[in-house]
């Protein structure tokens, strides 16, 4: 598979030989917040990724070393200059549907894992980022912060949903309510990340973790991702009928052949992605 690279509006992506759709925010000098023309091309390199049938694996990641994102930057300055046009009712709302929550759903509706290296804070919006992805490498500097109640600003960006999934309600509850930093070891604790690295370890641990997922079986990983998100979102009666469904889906794919084949032959399998 060729190289190629992209870049969007502070927002660089590379697919590389080896399966992994690198995306990185590239706004370091605005505490790596994302306008909106980034935020839609953040969104727009995860569709990309989903789409793209040469990606097994991505990997979220952000320039500098103290924020990985701090959301949705209220004090950065807008990408058109001009007064506002007057709000009707339903604006709000739409802005954040077509938005945020529409780059969280991204992510989390992104057929490919995606590993977050975290270096740095990551606030608001962007601990949604975070919240969002499949698995989570977090530098022993980095913290995650829900500062909304600091501005009087409703949570949104799916934290509600997100942080109650992951914590449950009641730690949910004082996180958001609260808003204080949770650093590294609490995230761990909490499940909210996967593996604590030290700063200039974090990026390599979360590299390591994408390289293991993008030479596995690629079918099989993103109906289990399907099937995480249907169990914790629904009763048991769904959970079950999507299981089996996967499970037939899954019984069909060249891996799980080689899969079955390696074990008997008591060798490495080596997954094609299909």
């Not at 058109?80 to 709000?92: A, K, L, V, Y």
Request: proline share 6%; charged share 25%.
């Amino acid at each position: 598979m060729s190289e190629m690279s992209e870049e969007q509006p502070g927002i660089i992506t590379e697919v590389g030989a080896d399966g992994i759709f690198r995306i990185l925010i590239d706004r370091a000098e605005v505490g790596n917040s994302l306008s909106p023309l980034a935020r839609d091309a953040l969104t727009d390199a995860f569709q990309r990724a989903d789409d793209n049938p040469d990606v097994r694996a991505v990997l979220l990641g952000a320039a500098g070393g103290k924020h990985f994102c701090t959301g949705a930057g209220l004090a950065a300055k807008p990408d058109q200059s001009g007064p506002p046009p007057p709000r009707r009712p339903g604006d709000i709302a739409r802005m954040l549907q077509r938005g945020w929550q529409r780059l969280v759903c991204a992510i989390l509706d992104c057929g490919k894992p995606v590993v977050a290296a975290v270096k740095g804070t990551a606030a608001g919006a962007g601990t949604s980022l975070v919240l969002a992805c499949d698995l989570v490498v977090m530098s022993t500097e980095a913290t995650l912060v829900e500062p909304f109640v600091h501005r009087g600003i409703l949570p949104d960006s799916g934290a509600i949903h997100l942080l109650t999934r992951i914590v449950g309600l009641r730690k949910a509850t004082e996180l958001l309510m609260l808003g204080e930093p949770v650093d590294a070891a609490a995230c761990e604790r909490l499940g909210l990340v996967n593996r604590v690295a030290a700063p200039e370890d974090t990026e390599a641990v979360a590299d390591d973790l994408a390289r293991r997922l993008a030479s596995g079986p690629t079918v099989m990983l993103a109906l289990t991702k399907r099937l995480l998100a249907v169990s914790s979102e629904s009763g048991r009666d769904r959970a079950f009928e999507q299981e089996a469904w996967a499970q037939e889906v899954v019984s069909r794919t060249a891996d799980l052949q080689e899969g079955l084949k390696s074990f008997a032959e008591r060798r490495a399998p080596r997954f094609q992605g299909f």
